[in-house]
């Protein structure tokens, strides 16, 4: 029982890793009708960055919080140098143009930090030490790292919506993501709404590959699995739509995990230990896009449907 | 005629230049088999542009029938038989079978959920294959022998192994113009268009689209297998979604207008692949960018470049003119 609790704590900090990423995905898909293949690397810089700053100062913190200027910057030359000539080409052309910086990225990433994971430090600080945790129920400890993650995941996505429904840019970003001629129509320099809106995106992504830094290895290309979890959420969620992000992104992450750890041990039920092993292993990877394709079966828009479906 | 001949003409000169290749000083092991590769991702280019320049269908999952095609090979291999009239009819009805299943899904989207729930098979299909142990899981199977054809070794000569790819690409070539312009194609085409209209003249585009999404398939499961034969290597690899995102590429660099643009897009890839690697350590950080330019700069792909400076120099000689008087 209290594995199964580990595991869905564990799937919760993945699933708000995962909207963090999405968020900026589906904005920029939402408001630009851009597919923008080429967002998982902003996670990777973000985690590059956030470790190399972490061990150069000798404070993870400082090094995370100095990653997110650097995400955003590289999110607007990024925009600035290639983004920028897409909106206004087909989907075909937007795959292929971020997929080649995909490419570009995750090689320059090999040619600067080399192949092999980067060391990161311990986010210090933290109840319970370094390397400890918090009890949570009795003896079961949980790493504080960990809780904090989610704790900031549910703090961002309130701030997000508060950002998105509450204030003029909001409105702003909501109107242009329906009419965008409209609000151009209207005095709003859409150019610079979308440049804004594509940069808060990245930095967002880059934070997010900060904040996963600890926990998983800081590589090249490790933004690519994660980017395409990121598709999958926003198809389910609905595009446009940040609370259905979020929600997908939680139904992900806890997918993700708790079959992980469960589908094995489940099968074991029917199979052979080793087959039941293998199987369960790769159930668990699949099992995420097995849901998609059910959700998708019969909600070809999402879960909730809105803003811009493409 | 000469209207059809110059639309093909790009086309006829790179299959004539593939024919010509192995007696122009390109005839030993590793240029052929380097073209050899070429031509088989032609073939499952050519069949991917037949969904996204034909049908509109862009898919994201296309690399999954190649791989399926692949691991059948691999599959009896393990089993002893490499008998190619029965190796190579199972390997292209296990790529169509798949298609279909995930083709009668998937056609229910469209757009952007179409490209992602393709994504999501070839996903599967590829963490399934990393999961057959017996077939080496996320290592790969080494082939133990190409496949034979009636007891023979036809596919172990590299000059015949050529000619039969070459033979196949332009079979899919000249098929899949046929098809296209056959009443079949113009549907697809119309459902591209204007889906409403298909509908209203009382076409339903479905089970078009489910016809051309399983040829298309079958078609990539026998690149597969010849790929098998050609690398004599199969893996996972073969499956990951950044492969379909490179079969998409060679559609799209080489122009999606004309199926003929695959194949130069096809050669184009893996000539640039082979040669930048061979010159750089890190060749991705000019690859990449190359890449990026081509769809900013060559709308139309490679096959629409020689009309496109044509429209340019025309463009720039009367202004020269003006100059001059």
Known sequence: ?310 | MTAAFRKHALALVTLLALASAPFLGFGDGFALGLLARAMILGMAAVSLSLLVGGAGLVSLGHAATMGIGAYTVVAFDAAGISEGLIVFPAAIAAAAAYSLVTGAVSLRTSGVHFIMITLAFGQMAFFTTSSFSSLGGDDGYTLYARTEWLGTHLMDSRLTFHFLCLGLLALMWVGGNLLLGSRFGRVLRAARENPQRALAVGFQPYPYRLVAYVMAGAVGGLAGALLANATEFVSPALLSWTRSGELLFMVILGGVGQLGGAILGALAIVLLEESLSHLLVYWRLVFGPLLVLSVLFLPDGLIGAPLRLRAAVRFATPKRRNADA
Do not use: K
């Not at chain 1, 934070?207 to 290895?217: D, Q």
């Open chain 1, 1 to 310: 029982m209290s594995m199964l609790l580990v595991q869905a704590l564990n799937g919760l900090q993945f699933g708000v890793l995962l909207f963090l990423v999405a968020a900026g995905l589906s904005l920029v898909f939402g408001v630009m009708d851009l597919i923008n293949l080429a967002h998982g690397v902003q996670y990777m810089l973000g985690a590059y960055v956030a470790a190399t700053l972490g061990v150069w100062t000798g404070n993870f913190w400082l090094g995370a919080l100095l990653a997110l200027p650097v995400a955003l910057l590289v999110g607007l030359a990024l925009e600035w140098l290639v983004f920028r000539h897409l909106y206004r080409r087909d989907h075909l052309s937007q795959v292929l143009a971020t997929f080649g910086v995909i490419l570009t990225v995750d090689e320059a990433t090999r040619a600067l930090w080399g192949s092999a994971p980067q060391t990161v430090l311990e986010p210090t600080g933290l109840a319970g030490g370094p390397l400890g945790g918090v009890e949570i129920v009795a003896g079961l400890i949980y790493p504080t790292y960990r809780l904090v993650i989610i704790g900031i995941g549910i703090v961002v996505p309130l701030l997000l919506w508060f950002l998105v429904e509450r204030t003029r840019a909001g409105m702003l970003v909501r109107a242009g993501a329906t009419h965008p001629a409209m609000v151009s129509a209207l005095g709003v320099d859409i150019r610079r709404l979308f440049t804004v809106v594509f940069a808060f995106g990245a930095m967002l992504a880059g934070f997010a590959g900060a904040l996963a830094s600890p926990i998983f290895p800081v590589a090249p290309g490790m933004g690519d699995t994660v980017l395409i979890l990121c598709f999958v959420v926003i198809v389910i969620g609905g595009v446009g739509s940040i609370r259905g992000a979020f929600i997908a992104a939680l139904l992900v992450g806890l997918l993700d995990s708790v079959g992980r750890a469960m589908l094995p041990d489940l099968l074991r039920l029917l199979l052979d230990p080793s087959s039941a092993r293998q199987t369960g292993a790769a159930l668990a990877s699949m099992l995420v896009y097995i849901v998609m394709a059910a959700i998708l079966f019969f909600r070809p828009a999402g879960l909730f449907p809105g803003g811009r479906a493409a």
